[in-house]
């Protein structure tokens, strides 16, 4: 088992920057990608992004490619979203997602508040 603790989400005017942070433990060792999801009222989960562990491919969802930048940190377990020029439409719970078998994300963290102010 893999456990995901967010950390970071905040209060940000539109344009400005937040990044928040994904602490891995457990069976660390097993995690093939982890990646962000968000979710917004009365919305369905929205992929973010997307890191491998190993090769460190990325990849990112239309909404937010050119503005949001995914990072990890092998030695802290631990994964970033940097995310700049925020607009109010990025306002959303934000969530850690691992996965152990390169099948799909199949561990979920607890989530983190984001909101963009106009």
């Known amino acids: 088992q893999v456990q995901l603790v967010e950390s970071g989400g905040g209060l940000v005017q539109a344009g400005g920057s937040l990044r928040v942070s994904c602490a891995a433990s457990?069976?660390?060792?097993?995690?093939?990608?982890m990646g962000w999801f968000r979710q917004a009222p009365g919305k369905e989960r929205q992929f973010v992004a997307r890191?491998?562990?190993?090769?460190?491919?990325?990849t990112y969802g239309i909404a937010v490619k050119g503005r949001f930048t995914i990072s990890k940190d092998n030695a802290k377990n631990t994964v970033y979203l940097q995310m700049n020029s925020l607009k109010p439409e990025d306002t959303a719970v934000y969530y850690c997602?691992?996965?152990?078998?390169?099948?799909?994300?199949?561990?979920w963290g607890q989530g983190t508040q984001v909101t963009v102010s106009s």
């Open positions: 457990g069976r660390t060792s097993s995690i093939y990608a």
């Open positions: 890191i491998t562990m190993s090769h460190r491919i990325s």
């Open positions: 997602a691992a996965d152990l078998t390169g099948s799909g994300m199949n561990h």
